[in-house]
């Protein structure tokens, strides 16, 4: 009796592992704002050197919809994109794997408004989201110009992030993607990089989402910095004894169709608009559910379990027999 006491008791606790495996393996399908999501330079290397799986693309366009507004510096994201699938097909890449559609990236879709930095943007948002055409909607980026360099502390408050915070409470299914202003010249020293520091730490300190626009403009492919050395958006760097541009001397010194491809970047140069479309996929895939820190194998590991439940469950059934 005491045996018998002890399967069931048993068959009770695999049955609740495997709903809560089960349960667990449902909820790596979407992404959940525990942590903040940060694409800047760090990453911005991941999708030339191939080291985000195919299906994790495939499945951000199949479940994103997303909403974008810019003026010209916000195009550089469009135009790397729009360049990237030649660039990764002729290397050996997936046939259309970094193709897209309006379906999934609507750019200029709050046309009202040209960026963020205009007044109403948040209004323009709003319209837009109330729209029942545009119900599908899980993914809202707006670019700023150069206004950024322009906010006091206080303003950058008022006009974005205040704003912005209160989209979020709005509508908790959509995802808002943060921006930084685009490098000005000005140094650690100047404005635009404290306005830039208070976006990155209001969006650490509320677990949100970043494109560090002046981040990755601050780093060549290579790691090295330029962010101290008064660069600009156009990748030009003087430390008072050297100068030079670091986009312009990456690309000289690499391969072009290999390393790195040409490409429209408004105001700044080709490798910039790479590297902002390496950025922007590997946001896109993070926000459809891919994370990072799990290998393919290592993911497997909750099916191997459950499988190893399922027998566990089949022979003490057979066993009461």
Known sequence: MKALLFKRKLLVIILLTEIILLSSLTLTQGYDLSEPIIADHTIANMVRLDEILDSAIINAKNTLHIAYQHTSHGSQIIDGMNALPAFMEGKGGTVDLFAYNSTFLRDGAMSSVPDVGYPGWDDATRDYLDDPANSDCNVIMWSWCGQASDQTEQSMIDHYLTPMSQLELEYTDVMFVYMTGHTDGSGLEGNLHLRNEQIRDH????????????????????????????????????????SGNWALDWQSSHTEDVEWFSCNCA?????????????IWWLWAKLSGWELTITESYATFPLILLLLCSASVAIISRTRR
């Open 203 to 242: 969006c650490i300190a509320s677990n949100s989402i970043l494109f560090d626009f002046a981040d990755i403009e601050s780093y060549d492919p290579d790691g090295n910095y330029y962010g101290d050395k008064y660069v600009n958006d156009n990748c030009d760097w003087n430390d008072g004894v050297d």
């Open 267 to 279: 105001h700044s140069q080709s490798l910039n608009g790479n590297l902002k479309s390496y950025a």
